[in-house]
């Protein structure tokens, strides 16, 4: 079946080093992958939307790549600060061309000062 | 409003009792989604509406749940005969144009539904 895969257990690190988050998926190819960031009882917003043919995608801090055969997404934050501690859920176009996109569970950041 | 509008942002309601959740979306977003998200998952679709028809139904777990979008703006999210595992929050979403492919969605903060 097709799944989305993110790291459930958090990823603590200390400010100003970069965190990498992972999003891993099986048994479709996708057309495009986004990012969004939720923080505690709020609704998710979006960050990035990386397309099947790019390789990568920068936006300030933040760098997304995408490798198609690995089935593979890399969500880079450089310099974190404690402020971008929250929860990362990447989201797929999974369901066969109407384009909704499918989200993984997301995976929570902690940012140490 | 600037964003996408959800009422109520907490529902308490009886198992069997009859549940509404409304979605005011951008104005202009031709495309609305409805997603449920429970505690460290992440949001689950149910439907989605193109203008003023359900493009996409497929997610929506049984015929206790309902939704209408009359006039391709304003959605309401209709639960018959609630259980106790419908509570979540179900988060509105709504973007330009329909798909994904096209941009990102923009959420509304939710509506928490509890159901004793």
């Known amino acids: 079946s097709q799944k989305i895969e993110q790291n459930s257990e958090a990823l603590n690190i200390q400010e100003g080093k970069t965190a990498t988050l992972t999003c891993n998926y099986t048994?479709?190819?996708?057309?495009?992958l986004q990012w969004y960031r939720q923080d505690p009882g709020r609704g998710p917003v979006f960050l990035l939307l990386?397309?099947?043919?790019?390789k990568e995608k920068r936006k300030e801090r933040l760098k997304v790549t995408f490798d198609t055969t690995l089935k593979q997404s890399l969500f880079h934050i450089t310099a974190s600060q404690p402020a971008d501690s929250a929860t990362y859920l990447c989201?797929?176009?999974?369901?066969?061309?109407?384009?909704?996109?499918?989200f993984g569970r997301g995976t929570s950041l902690i940012v140490h000062p | 409003g600037a964003g996408v509008s959800q009422t109520p942002s907490n529902k308490v309601t009886e198992k069997g009792k009859y549940v509404e959740l409304r979605c005011d979306p951008i104005?202009?977003?031709?495309?609305l989604y409805w997603y449920r998200q429970s505690l460290g998952q992440g949001p689950e679709f149910l439907i989605y509406?193109?203008?003023?028809?359900?493009?996409?139904d497929s997610g929506l777990p049984n015929d206790r749940f309902f939704a209408v979008r009359p006039e391709g703006s304003v959605s309401t999210l209709k639960i018959q005969r609630t259980e106790r595992g419908d509570s979540a929050v179900y988060l509105c979403?709504?973007?330009?144009?329909?798909?994904?492919?096209?941009?990102?969605?923009?959420f509304g903060e939710g509506s928490r539904l509890t159901v004793l």
């Open positions: 509406f193109q203008g003023t028809g359900a493009a996409d």
């Open positions: 048994n479709y190819s996708p057309a495009y």
């Open positions: 989201a797929l176009d999974m369901s066969g061309g109407s384009y909704i996109p499918t």
């Open positions: 979403a709504s973007s330009r144009r329909g798909g994904g492919r096209t941009g990102e969605l923009f």
């Open positions: 990386i397309r099947e043919n790019e």
């Open positions: 104005s202009g977003h031709t495309a």
